[in-house]
């Protein structure tokens, strides 16, 4: 489940700073369209790989919605936490901020234990196998055809190519 969810937070994180490089260079659609592209692209990737059957689909896309929601709200707050600068702080802000990291990252798995729960009355447990794999191969195909446009993770451009491929 971990992977599930540093797989999610790479993409958004990856997508964050892809689309306003590319906002600042001005050659590309805006970060909605990118975004937007990239959640489109990662929809049919998933359906496909956990063969969702149009029933499972109407109930299993506005809950892992939810989830995602969710999550994306909790990494947010622990980027605000990694951004503050521990020399501008006290050593009693400090602990606090480390203890809401430490309750943060509970709160993460906690949220994974509840949707594990809630997918397996909407998808066979297959399926819900199938969806954490799915969810990390999407990733690593995303980064990968990143560092690919940037030739290898070098600083620079390239547009988004679209969905990963079908192997």
Do not use: C
Request: no cysteine; net charge positive; glycine share 8%.
């Amino acid at each position: 489940m971990k992977y599930l969810l540093r797989g999610v937070l790479a993409v958004f994180l990856l997508v964050a700073l892809h689309t306003s490089s590319l906002a600042q260079g001005g050659r590309h659609q805006g970060q909605g369209g990118r975004l937007n592209q990239l959640e489109n692209a990662k929809i049919a990737y998933l359906t496909d790989k956990i063969s969702l059957t149009q029933d499972q689909a109407q109930r299993f896309w506005p809950l892992y919605n939810e989830f995602s929601d969710k999550r994306r709200d909790v990494a947010r707050r622990m980027r605000q936490l990694r951004n503050e600068n521990p020399d501008g702080l006290s050593d009693q802000q400090i602990k606090d901020n480390l203890t809401q990291a430490l309750t943060l990252r509970q709160n993460e798995v906690n949220l994974e234990k509840e949707y594990f729960d809630k997918f397996q009355k909407v998808l066979t447990i297959r399926q819900v196998g199938k969806l954490f794999i799915a969810e990390r191969d999407f990733t690593k195909e995303v980064l990968k055809r990143v560092a690919d446009r940037r030739g290898g993770g070098a600083p620079g451009g390239g547009a988004y190519a679209g969905p990963p491929e079908e192997k």
